[in-house]
């Protein structure tokens, strides 16, 4: 039987890091990707096929997806889109355009991504899209709008997509994983700074006394919160699935607020999300 493979976005850290180690310890030929050459050349140096790919560069895919197909035959199993970064801040702080370099990355990445690797997966006769949203991407979490956002934009692409395959041998899935260890907060500072003028807010004492704070301190894990290798091992199980589930679920709190939207009334539920 052949060796499946997989190309992974994002892996220079946290969830798409360990999903590239996990899937090769399980057999799979990985293709790991990341932005930065430095860390390309680590995740090589690590016994990975890495490669260079900046999500929003689509000249980028079309050369990784062509070396890919050189190296395997043409074939394509399956692809991880997990590349995704945060833009943390009020919603009346939020400029468009830095809301705009956030759907680039997070949302309009994946269609550019899936539009080319669904010919490759029809060619050969089967497929999995996998993608990984959020729980932030069926409720909310206040000062995270951009991330929201294209969370929620990707579970109806998701969807959409997934309808729209059932009469093809390729299969989508949604992961949504909650609270994972990984370096998304403090990634997501350069942006934060480059975008949000803060101390010009009405919301400035805001700032300070919350988002500061946890985007500049090191508060520990949030409550709940797993390690990635959580997330590889159900994503290990969907790709074994030759029908998988739509949705994998990963951390309580996923289930929790799941489960929340459906019981709960909005303000109820506003309520619960304020909380914390």
Known sequence: MAQRSILITGC??????????????RGWRVFATARKPEDVARLADEGLEALRLDVTIPEQMDEVLELIRDRTGGTLDAVFL?????????????????????FETNFFAVHELVRKVIPIMRAQGHGHIVINGSVLGF???????AYNTTKFALEGYADTLRIEMADTPVRVVLVEPGPITSNIRRNSVQHFERWIDWEASPRAEQYRSSLLKRLYEDRGADPFELPPSAVTRKLALALDQRDPPPRIFVTTPTYAMNLARRLLPTRALDWLIRRG
């Open 12 to 25: 220079s850290s946290g969830i798409g890091y360990d999903a590239a180690h996990g899937l090769a310890k």
């Open 82 to 102: 997990n590349a995704a970064h945060g833009l943390p801040g009020a919603v009346e702080d939020l400029p468009t355009d830095g809301l705009r370099a956030c």
């Open 139 to 145: 409720v909310v979490y206040p000062w995270r709008a």
